[in-house]
């Protein structure tokens, strides 16, 4: 079946450091790649996504991820994470359809 | 910035009752979905609609399911006879296109059934 699989649970990066949510997908073809952040008692928000072109998509908040079809990846990065990141993060797809298949998310805690 | 709103944003319901739960979508989307995330497991997609009808369903969305847009603005989930394991939080969203547009979730209803 066709998936994202986000390996890690949770994610824990100091204030000021770099940080990655890994993401790794497994879709015949070409998908169409989303990040989502969820905070707490809120529903999803999209984050950034990869249709074609560029393989480095810069999105919001400062994030950016990178398309990587060799190792079928679409890691989450960004240089400087803030406390207020700290969220739940979701990789998720789409292919030959509209619906959104999510990975099962990673808790990411910044730390001051 | 316009945004999906959904009401209410908790139900608590007893086994076996009916239950409709509502979403305002973006005006000018023309794409609607519900999802749903059981406690502490992934968001999970249940229907997507298009002009006025479904475009597609997922395994979860049996009979005892069904949407509807009533009038120009709301679009609706119906449970009809509630189970224990339909508690869950249930989003909307809406889009713009299909499937190279990002979709915009609401804040969800948390559904809860005793």
């Known amino acids: 079946a066709q998936s994202v699989a986000q390996p890690e649970d949770q994610v824990n990066v100091a204030e000021g450091n770099p940080l990655t949510v890994k993401c790794t997908y497994s879709v015949s073809g070409n998908p169409y790649l989303f990040w989502y952040v969820q905070y707490p008692n809120r529903g999803l928000q999209f984050l950034l996504k990869?249709?074609?072109?560029?393989?480095l998509v810069k999105g919001s908040y400062g994030f950016e991820a990178e398309f990587n079809k060799s190792q079928t990846s679409f890691h989450l990065k960004k240089p400087s994470a803030l406390v207020s990141d700290s969220a739940l993060y979701f990789c998720a797809f789409t292919h030959n359809t509209d619906k959104l298949i999510f990975g099962t998310g990673t808790r990411l805690q910044v730390f001051p | 910035e316009p945004e999906v709103t959904q009401t209410p944003s908790h139900q608590v319901t007893q086994m076996g009752q009916e239950v409709i739960l509502r979403c305002v979508p973006i005006s000018n989307h023309l794409y609607f979905y519900w999802y749903r995330q059981i406690l502490g497991q992934k968001v999970e997609f249940l229907v997507s609609?298009?002009?006025?009808?479904?475009?597609?369903k997922s395994e979860i969305f049996d009979d005892q399911f069904s949407v509807e847009r009533p009038d120009g603005s709301n679009f609706t989930l119906k449970i009809r006879s509630t189970k224990l394991e339909d508690s869950a939080m249930y989003f909307c969203?809406?889009?713009?296109?299909?499937?190279?547009?990002?979709?915009?979730f609401g804040p969800g209803t948390r559904l809860t059934v005793t």
């Open positions: 990869y249709i074609t072109g560029d393989n």
């Open positions: 969203a809406s889009s713009p296109g299909t499937e190279n547009y990002e979709q915009y």
């Open positions: 609609f298009y002009n006025n009808e479904i475009s597609e």
